[in-house]
Structures are given as C-alpha cells and as structure tokens.
C-alpha cells in the first residue's frame, strides 16, 4: 500500500472499503457499459437475414471489442417490439434477425450472447422496450405476436403500434415476459429505456380513451396523474417481479436525460418527460424502484445551459444512493463534437462518487472507432491507471 500500512491494517482497510460500497458493486470499480441496438439493425445483427454464422461472428466482434476496451456490460436489446432475439414460447422472433418477424434464426441469440459475454469477464444486461408493439404498424405481424392476440391492448399511434400501459392486464403480461427471461436466462440485469407512453407526434394525443374510460375515469385523478399511475405501477411491479424471480438480477432504467424542463434551472428540454412520457423517474429513484440508473445525459460539457456535469450532479442529488451510470453519446462523435469530449465526460463521471460508470451509445461508434475514439479509451480513460490518475 502506497501509504505505509502494515499488512493487518491494509485487510482492515480493505474490510472497511467494501463494507461502506453499495451491493454488488465491490467487484468492480467502474461500470463500462454499451447497449447493443438491435431494432432497425442499429448494431446488431448489420442486418435481417444473415446465416447464423454471421450473426454469431458479428456478436463475437462486438464482444471482443468490448474486452479489449475493458467494458464491463453489454445491455443487448432482446425485446425491440413485442418480439424475441431469444428463444420464447410467448412472443415471436424477432424480423431484425430473419427478416420475417416469427421465423427461427437457427440458434439462441441471448443464450449465445450470454456464453461469449461472461466468457470474456462481461456481464450481460437484457435490454427490454416494454410498451412498443411495432415500430412499422404496417410491418407484417407473426400470428403469435401481440397486436393479433390481444388488439384490445393494443393502438396505432402515428407510425408505431404500442401497447397501452392503461391496460392492467397488458401490464401484466409484460411483466411475465420479463420473469420468463430472467428465470430461464443466466442475464446479470434486465434494463428498459425511456419508452413508457410513446414520444409526442404532432397533433395527436394517444388514444387510450378506451382504457381511461374503464379505469382512469373512475380512478379520481386526472388522466396525466393516471397515466403516471399506470407507469409507476408498472416500474414497481417489474422491480419487485425480477427481484422475486431471480434477487441477484440487476435492474436498470435508462429515462430521457432531463426529468422536467427547466430542472434543474438552466436547462431547455422542448421534451417534458414527466407530463408527456408520464415517466416519473425521480420518483422512481426516491422509492428504491431500481439497482441503477442511466439517465441519457447525451448532451456535451458546455455550454452551460444543456451542460452534462450540471444534469450528471442533479440526478445524483436524487439518486437516494443508487448509482447514477449516464448515457453518453458517443455515437455523436463528429466535428462538432470530438473524441475528447467523450473522454472528459467519462473523467467526470468518476469524481464524488464511489460508485462510478457510464453507458456508451452505443456499440457501433466503438466499433468503428469513430473520431479516435476506441483508441483514446484505450489508452487513456480504460488504460490500467487511469482511475488513479483521475
């Protein structure tokens, strides 16, 4: 030890260490995560209708890349829209494999994922959207799959097909869909995204006069306080459901990166999570509903108005000691936005807590070392010393 303990005393310390860090992160100093986009081939598979081989090498590429960086979690989207990059006897595989939505790859995507994951040290979190249908409402549509087992739960809204979170039945049925993973896969956590009641089309409210005229209408709130409701019933649900099913599971949320415009005070959000996405997620933190959670702080340093260190220290404030591992936009690496910007981010995220970590997005910009910007973790923020050095 750097400052003079004898033996007895460093174990001592070490004791003391651990003892004061939160659950489940003394193994591992930092979070390093990326999600891994499959919906529209964001990431993964590069597109529908690869042989299996490819898919696989592809995957092991991925992987690879993230051991050489030293990442320590990849968040692989296995339920883009009501659909399964996993072998699932209640939902149809996913099109972004085969191309034709209900038709076999050939192989276990999640179970492949998390064999090459965990044998290169990574763990591997099930990232879920639970709410969406359809990303195309035109898009053909297995017999199995949700819109045409149960229409009652399901509407357009603009181009999407969504399942409606006022429904308590659809609620849950996600919730089943989620203990069904967890309970038959070794995933380290299951993880969902900002995806609660659909982003804001022009002109259109979401059509859930169906479901406010049985529930909502007789609930005594207002159809927004209803509809935060229904996701704050949900987010407690999901937690104590995966906690119920398999307890050393993490579970994390990925909320849009400012909870209300103007708080904290100089921020500009044109988007009002809490009164559009009915997503209360300072709430959320407040009751213990999740093990982490990535809010998606996707804007740079300066200026100050939008700052990412401002947002970063306001969600911490909420955090009730729950880690707070930010999404960072990697993927807009450009020439407004330089490699280094990523770097000194991710320097920040590392000071005042003992619980630090971040969430590239995503996968693709690391693949491709965008902007340097593999080559600048590499040997710099992921290098061996750079926790010391920060």
């Known amino acids: ?203 259109a409210s979401f059509p859930d006069e169906a479901s406010w005229e049985r529930y909502g209408s007789k609930s005594g709130l207002s159809r927004a306080d209803w509809r935060r409701q229904n996701i704050n019933d949900f987010v407690r649900a999901m937690y104590r459901t995966v906690k119920a099913t398999k307890g050393s599971v993490q579970v994390g949320i990925s909320p849009f990166g400012i909870w209300r415009p103007g708080i904290p005070p100089t921020t500009e959000a044109q988007l009002d999570a809490y009164g559009q996405l009915f997503a209360d997620s300072r709430k959320w933190l407040a009751e213990g509903w999740c093990d982490y959670m990535a809010p998606q702080l996707y804007w740079s340093i300066q200026p100050a108005k939008q700052s990412f260190p401002v947002l970063l220290d306001w969600w911490r404030a909420q955090s009730r000691g729950k880690p707070i591992w930010p999404g960072i936009a990697t993927d807009r690496i450009g020439a407004k936005r330089p490699a280094r910007e990523i770097a000194d981010q991710i320097a920040i995220t590392r000071r005042g807590t003992n619980a630090p970590g971040h969430i590239h997005w995503s996968m693709k910009a690391l693949m491709q070392n965008r902007g340097g910007i593999a080559t600048l973790l590499g040997n710099e923020s992921y290098a061996a010393e750079a926790k010391s050095r920060d």
């Not at 699932?88 to 996913?94: C, G, L, M, N, Q």
């Not at 989620?178 to 896969?185: G, K, P």
Request: with cysteine; proline share 7%; aromatic share 10%.
């Open 1 to 203: 030890m750097r400052f003079g303990m004898g033996r007895r005393q460093a174990v001592l310390g070490c004791i003391i260490f651990l003892a004061l860090v939160p659950c489940g992160l003394a193994a591992a100093a930092e979070f390093r995560g990326a999600w891994v986009a499959t919906v529209h081939n964001i990431d993964w598979p590069s597109a529908p209708g690869l042989p299996a081989a490819t898919q696989k090498s592809q995957l092991r590429a991925i992987l690879d890349r993230a051991a050489e960086l030293k990442l320590t979690a990849i968040l692989l989207q296995v339920r883009p829209a009501s659909d399964a990059l996993y072998l699932s006897e209640r939902e149809p595989w996913s099109q972004f494999l085969t191309g034709t939505q209900g038709v076999s790859p050939g192989y276990d995507p999640l179970e492949f994922a998390i064999a090459e994951a965990h044998a290169r040290g990574i763990a591997l979190h099930a990232w879920i959207n639970p709410f969406r249908a359809a990303s195309n409402a035109k898009a053909s549509l297995a017999s199995n799959h949700v819109a045409k087992q149960h229409p009652e739960w399901v509407r357009r809204f603009g181009a999407q097909l969504w399942v409606d979170p006022g429904e308590p039945e659809a609620r849950e049925y996600v919730l089943g869909v989620i203990a069904d993973i967890v309970r038959r896969y070794d995933v380290d956590g299951v993880h969902i995204d900002d995806y609660f009641y659909p982003y804001p089309v022009k002109g």
